[in-house]
């Protein structure tokens, strides 16, 4: 076991060595070059040590200190979070504590909540006051409420030591990572830097992906076996092709944070017009989609490209263009064999695993039923009248995010939750359309962050959910508070205007 993780060690340092080479010239264009050196380091220590450590706690030995060092440096802190919350997979442990079998679990993301945003959010805290814009209130009440909803809902059936349980989980893992994105994003460096530090490390990865699947080699699951959390459902197949997931636990997610880089990517692209290699980056980008075989991710990433050219700002035949180039592109693909091939795997369309087709339709129609018996305030022990939708693996995978909050919630947790998420569409919509002639760019990053949103929203229709939802919130919501401001962000790498006001400027 040990020896197939040095091997599989062995392809993921050297395939990241050479892509962060490669896009080094691109990236430091939008990171500062000593925050991209530490990052780096820090994502190739966590990556090496979560291959080499026997346990968790190992490498926790190893990831933490490293951690600290660099957070007390780095000019962005959050721009670390997104850097390197994918180095690793996620294998959650649980803490040991006295009286308690178990409490709650450590994972890379809870680790970087604790020791990361916990004290940045308490720093915040600490600070003068600051403005918060109409939307931010908004989704901290929304927020806030629908937390303390959840938890007076399960008081009557949970232990004492269950509340303090879910209460904690609720608060680290959904209201300090909104919290924290939602504040710490001020400006339109920080924006970019933290929309780069998502990117570079999915393009990084992006040729493990297609590794993964071509060679039918998961790179990652030993570390979870060596550290005694065996991912049963990790081999999953569509037709005759495996499900590429990384470090992301799941093909959805993979294809979903996948999507999102492209998107931000679609963004950012505009600075590194004509640098070499920059137009490949695109394509591994949707390379790693397709080999997620996760028919969200495809429908999100056909999705975006549309929605920047509506929602981005230019003329109209600008925009026409866009679409013109999309459908060409779209149509080029599907006359290929392979095209052929992708087109067996849709849903309704192709006959490839079409019965999870047929699943989702069965979980659709009887949340609907359940929804009417208890409209309100749900039912919290409904899954036991979902006994016919169990699985050969003993699941029943409710498959769509918002009929299960409207289940076992009601209508009014279903209000809050949905309202928390829509909120910062129609805010950052708003923002984008005011701020499009005085500040361009500021305009395009938002349009870049409401397509993302969009098709968030879209995703969790037919997914049980992806954690990352609760970042891209955050980042919405800061970015109705960024003021507007006519510098031009200075390129790190020439230290001369950025690209972004040439392509924006007015006449």
């Not at 710490?184 to 780069?196: G, Q």
């Not at 569509?238 to 997931?245: I, N, W």
Request: proline letters at 5%; hydrophobic letters at 55%.
């Amino acid at each position: 076991m040990f020896l197939l993780n040095v091997k599989a060690m062995i392809v993921v340092l050297v395939t990241a060595l050479i892509m962060f080479a490669l896009l080094k010239p691109m990236f430091l264009r939008f990171i500062d070059p000593e925050d991209f050196r530490r990052r780096r380091i820090l994502w190739f220590v966590h990556a090496t040590a979560a291959f080499l450590a026997p346990s968790f706690w190992i490498y926790l030995l190893v990831a933490l200190p490293t951690l600290i060092w660099a957070t007390r440096r780095d000019s962005n802190p959050i721009g670390i979070w997104l850097f390197i919350v994918f180095a690793i997979p996620p294998v959650n442990v649980a803490i040991p504590l006295p009286l308690v079998q178990t409490f709650t679990s450590i994972s890379q993301e809870r680790m970087l909540g604790m020791f990361l945003l916990l004290p940045m959010m308490l720093v915040y805290l600490h600070g003068p006051r600051v403005e918060r814009s109409s939307t931010q209130k908004t989704m901290d009440f929304l927020l806030i409420s629908y937390i303390a909803y959840q938890l007076i809902l399960a008081f009557p059936y949970d232990s004492l030591t269950g509340q303090l349980r879910r209460a904690f989980n609720l608060f680290l893992d959904n209201f300090v990572v909104y919290f924290v994105f939602s504040r710490y994003i001020t400006d339109k460096r920080r924006l970019i830097d933290v929309m780069a530090g998502l990117c570079l490390p999915a393009i990084v990865m992006a040729p493990l992906a297609m590794f993964e699947s071509t060679r039918n080699w998961l790179l990652y699951t030993m570390i979870g076996e060596v550290w005694g959390q065996v991912n049963e459902f990790a081999w999953l197949f569509r037709g005759d092709s495996l499900r590429s997931q990384l470090t992301m636990g799941h093909s959805i997610a993979m294809g979903y944070v996948m999507a999102t880089a492209l998107a931000f990517w679609l963004f950012l692209k505009s600075d590194v017009k004509g640098m070499r290699l920059s137009w490949a980056v695109s394509l591994l980008l949707c390379g790693a989609i397709i080999v997620s075989y996760s028919r969200g991710a495809w429908i999100q990433a056909a999705m975006l490209p549309v929605l920047l050219a509506v929602l981005a700002p230019g003329e109209s035949t600008a925009r026409l263009k866009s679409l013109i180039v999309v459908a060409a592109v779209a149509f080029g693909v599907y006359l290929t064999p392979f095209g052929a091939r992708i087109a067996d795997l849709l849903p309704f369309i192709g006959k490839s695993s079409q019965d999870t087709v047929d699943y989702r339709q069965q979980i659709q129609d009887l949340s609907w039923v359940l929804v009417q018996q208890h409209p309100f305030f749900g039912n919290p022990f409904a899954s036991s009248q979902m006994e016919s939708l169990r699985q050969g693996q003993g699941l029943i995978d409710m498959v769509n995010i918002f009929a299960s909050v409207a289940i076992f919630q009601g209508l009014v947790g279903l209000f809050m939750f949905a309202g928390f998420f829509v909120a910062p569409i129609i805010g950052a919509y708003r923002w984008m359309r005011q701020v499009r002639h005085d500040d361009p760019v500021l305009a395009a990053a938002g349009a870049a962050l409401v397509a993302c949103m969009i098709t968030t929203v879209l995703i969790m229709y037919t997914t049980p959910g992806v954690w990352f939802m609760w970042v891209m919130a955050g980042i919405l919501a800061a970015y109705t508070a960024i003021p507007v401001t006519n510098v031009v962000p200075v390129s790190v790498a020439t230290r001369e205007p950025r690209s972004f006001s040439n392509r924006y400027a007015r006449g």
